[in-house]
């Protein structure tokens, strides 16, 4: 704890900052260029709070200053080098996820997680390239690159929604204030705003989130979440979700249980074993606690992982790397995918962690 509150010191007094700043400065002047050369823009951004306020921040600065809504808007979950796959556009932004194989000189990665690899023909920003303990979210990287552009604070609470989201107050403490300032009716939406964007990652297609708070923004006020017409339309899918998270936490079997782990099986067409997890983890704080969806007739099975002790993820990056796919995210919150076939063999070695 004390290796993190001496990072956050080092941000509030401006050391780690100036050093981002030059990258951050370095990256602006690549997407003024490149979204000016561009006829064709798609952004590509993890689907939840943090992923969507940060491709919301991108589509208001992209139609403040050019006019330009992204011809394609698409949320990611442990896919992102699939929905790549097919994009021909001149210009594609990764937002809040990298891409493990897509590397090409259109694309332009903003990223806060593990750097499981550098690529070498994209641009990319990753703090933890400059310090591994950095724990700053995409949403606030998006909008200070974007403010060395033009004036983005009117943006700045999306960007702390964001933050807040994904927890990194201490890291990016100006934001919060800056917010707190220009708009102090938003402590009092936060925790509703959260909720309602952390939907995005039970929808096949998020860029309704995404176009709720672009709409907010446009109106002037984060207060103004679930009365314009996309998050109105949110709002109604997220009491549909609710009903189904509390349907399925009631339902949620227990697989294995040993010392250290509890692993449950759920089954739902939402990706909501994220949300399952957490709740479930509040009951047994001090387990790690697995969860896999098994959607019916779905190849591939999607689980998450709650660790406090962060052990889990090494075990499972070291030890299970040969059968898992797209795991990613925090050391304390990871998630992955596999195939329904290992299924058996996943969990026999999961009930053999000591």
Request: glycine share 4%.
């Amino acid at each position: 704890m004390r290796e993190r509150e001496s990072i956050s010191e080092s941000l509030g007094s401006g050391k780690m900052v100036s050093m981002f700043q030059k990258e951050f400065e370095k990256l602006s002047r690549v997407i003024d260029k490149k979204v000016r050369n561009s006829k064709t823009i798609s952004v590509c951004f993890d689907s939840d709070a943090d992923g969507c306020s940060s491709a919301a921040i991108l589509v208001i600065y992209l139609l403040k200053e050019f006019k330009k809504y992204p011809n394609n808007l698409i949320s990611c979950f442990h896919d992102v080098d699939e929905k790549l796959r097919d994009l021909k556009d001149d210009l594609i932004f990764v937002l809040d996820t990298q891409p493990k194989k897509k590397d090409s000189s259109n694309l332009i990665i903003i990223d806060h997680h593990i750097v499981h690899s550098i690529p070498k023909k994209s641009f990319f920003f990753n703090p933890m390239i400059f310090d591994k303990n950095s724990y700053i979210a995409t949403s606030y990287l998006v909008c200070k690159i974007l403010n060395n552009l033009t004036d983005m604070s009117d943006a700045c609470w999306i960007a702390a929604l964001g933050v807040k989201a994904d927890k990194s107050e201490d890291f990016c403490k100006d934001i919060i204030k800056l917010t707190e300032e220009k708009y102090p009716e938003f402590r009092n939406v936060e925790k509703r705003l959260i909720r309602l964007t952390s939907v995005a990652r039970n929808l096949s297609d998020a860029s309704l989130v995404v176009n709720s708070l672009v709409e907010c923004y446009n109106i002037g006020s984060p207060s103004f979440f679930g009365k314009t017409e996309s998050s109105s339309r949110l709002l109604r899918i997220s009491k549909y979700i609710d009903r189904e998270v509390i349907d399925v936490l009631s339902k949620a079997e227990k697989i294995i249980e040993t010392e250290k782990i509890i692993v449950y099986g759920i089954d739902s067409e939402f990706n909501i074993q994220g949300v399952i997890a957490n709740n479930l983890f509040i009951r047994h704080p001090k387990k790690i606690i697995v969860v896999c969806n098994f959607m019916k007739h779905k190849e591939i099975i999607h689980v998450e992982v709650r660790d406090n002790q962060e052990w889990a993820f090494k075990r499972f990056n070291e030890e299970l790397k040969d059968m898992v796919e797209d795991l990613g995210g925090h050391k304390q919150a990871f998630g992955l995918s596999i195939l329904r076939a290992r299924i058996p063999d996943f969990l026999e070695r999961l009930s053999k962690f000591k």
